[in-house]
């Protein structure tokens, strides 16, 4: 199972991974954002390029 983490100290809250997910992993929670849904991930790391200051890691 991968295992997806944003690190708050860097995460701007833009929603970009969001958006980007196609899983679902995340959920916006207005002044955060959270990984709700580690479980769903497929590892395609397009939450990670996407994201703008390199907050998420995703571990295959
Ligand atoms: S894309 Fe990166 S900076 Fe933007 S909300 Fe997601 S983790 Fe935070
Ligand atoms: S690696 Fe892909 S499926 Fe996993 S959280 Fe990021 S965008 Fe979603």
């Given at each position: 199972?991968?295992?997806?983490?944003?690190?708050?100290?860097?995460?701007?809250?833009?929603?970009?991974?969001?958006?980007?997910?196609?899983?679902?992993?995340?959920?916006?929670?207005?002044?955060?954002?959270?990984?709700?849904?580690e479980d769903e991930c497929?590892?395609?790391?397009?939450?990670?390029?996407?994201?703008?200051?390199?907050?998420?890691?995703?571990?295959?």
């Open positions: 199972m991968p295992g997806v983490s944003i690190d708050q100290e860097r995460c701007v809250n833009c929603k970009t991974c969001v958006s980007t997910c196609p899983m679902g992993v995340y959920v916006d929670e207005g002044d955060k954002v959270v990984v709700a849904a497929i590892a395609c790391m397009g939450c990670v390029a996407a994201c703008p200051t390199e907050a998420i890691t995703v571990v295959e």
